[in-house]
């Protein structure tokens, strides 16, 4: 396998690394179970990358660690030359605010907020008390035209139970792109739509990677959705199966 950078196809930078990547979960007190058994993988700059997999082989395990939610036992990731998880909580919590974006199948919105605060609340963490009340009424006529250019004009001051599942991914798509991140996480985003409203809010997903020159990893069952992505990684036996054609560059 080509494992020098400087012979890939194409010389789209790495956004993030990772290595060697092992994750257990206690089975009860005196037993653990190893999903992750050395994850490899590299992402570049503006690609799409589908990850697939059985159920329960370990797609939002990897999601949740490459999205530094969540702490591998072993292993290193890389995100713009730097290890994560050697930085300080603040610097940690300022790579995942800023460089990241997660969409979650289950949307994940904070259900006592709006739909504009749930798309404002990370800036509104990552700014600080002083820094928000200068920089609010930007950052909400911001908010409000990200959300009027999915369709949710009229839906801003809904809160999430009175959305449908449509809307509220996305409201979660209008918050993941809102700190204009690097890298977009998205853990099976129409897992939970029906098939028409899947569809639409996957064109807007792919839409806007385009656009913005996002690099994706996309958690899907879908093999035509998959054959859409210029790379498909399968994850089995806890490491990942590259797809042949495209070797994982690292
Ligand atoms: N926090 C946890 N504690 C214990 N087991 C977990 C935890 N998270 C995931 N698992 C287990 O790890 C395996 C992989 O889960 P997951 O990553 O959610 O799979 P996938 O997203 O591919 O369906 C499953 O068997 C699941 O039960
Ligand atoms: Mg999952």
Same mark, same amino acid.
């Given at each position: 396998?080509?494992?020098? *950078?400087?012979?890939?196809?194409?010389? &789209?930078?790495?956004?993030? %690394?990772?290595? =060697?990547?092992? #994750? !257990?979960? +206690?089975?009860?007190?005196?037993?653990?179970?190893?999903?992750?058994?050395?994850?490899?993988?590299?992402?570049?700059?503006?690609?799409?990358?589908?990850?697939?997999?059985?159920?329960?082989?370990?797609?939002?395990?990897?999601?949740?660690?490459?999205?530094?939610?969540?702490?591998?036992?072993?292993?290193?990731?890389?995100?713009?030359?730097?290890?994560?998880?050697?930085?300080?909580?603040?610097?940690?919590?300022?790579?995942?605010?800023?460089?990241?974006?997660?969409?979650?199948?289950?949307?994940?919105?904070?259900?006592?907020?709006?739909?504009?605060?749930?798309?404002?609340? *990370?800036?509104?963490?990552?700014?600080? &008390?002083?820094?928000?009340? %200068?920089?609010? =009424?930007?950052? #909400? !006529?911001? +908010?409000?035209?990200?959300?009027?250019?999915?369709?949710?004009?009229?839906?801003?001051?809904?809160?999430?139970?009175?959305?449908?599942?449509?809307?509220?991914?996305?409201?979660?798509?209008?918050?993941?792109?809102?700190?204009?991140?690097?890298?977009?996480?998205?853990?099976?985003?129409?897992?939970?739509?029906?098939?028409?409203?899947?569809?639409?809010?996957?064109?807007?997903?792919?839409?806007?990677?385009?656009?913005?020159?996002?690099?994706?990893?996309?958690?899907?069952?879908?093999?035509?959705?998959?054959?859409?992505?210029?790379?498909?990684?399968?994850?089995?036996?806890?490491?990942?199966?590259?797809?042949?054609?495209?070797?994982?560059?690292?």
């Amino acid at each position: 396998m080509n494992t020098d *950078p400087t012979r890939r196809d194409s010389p &789209a930078p790495v956004v993030l %690394r990772a290595h =060697g990547i092992r #994750r !257990a979960f +206690a089975l009860g007190k005196a037993r653990s179970l190893e999903i992750l058994h050395g994850i490899d993988i590299a992402l570049h700059r503006g690609e799409r990358v589908a990850l697939m997999g059985a159920s329960g082989a370990g797609k939002s395990t990897l999601l949740h660690i490459l999205g530094l939610l969540d702490r591998p036992d072993e292993g290193e990731i890389e995100i713009d030359g730097r290890d994560p998880w050697a930085c300080s909580v603040a610097e940690r919590a300022s790579i995942r605010n800023q460089r990241l974006g997660f969409v979650f199948q289950f949307y994940h919105l904070l259900p006592e907020l709006t739909a504009i605060e749930n798309v404002l609340l *990370p800036s509104m963490i990552a700014r600080g &008390a002083v820094d928000w009340r %200068r920089s609010r =009424g930007e950052l #909400r !006529a911001r +908010a409000e035209h990200a959300l009027a250019e999915f369709g949710l004009a009229d839906r801003m001051r809904h809160k999430p139970p009175q959305l449908s599942g449509g809307e509220r991914q996305r409201v979660a798509i209008a918050r993941a792109l809102f700190t204009d991140p690097e890298l977009l996480l998205a853990d099976e985003p129409t897992g939970n739509l029906d098939k028409a409203t899947g569809e639409t809010v996957l064109e807007l997903l792919l839409a806007e990677q385009e656009k913005r020159g996002l690099s994706m990893l996309l958690v899907t069952h879908d093999s035509r959705l998959a054959a859409h992505c210029e790379r498909v990684l399968t994850i089995e036996d806890g490491v990942i199966q590259a797809d042949s054609a495209h070797p994982i560059p690292l």
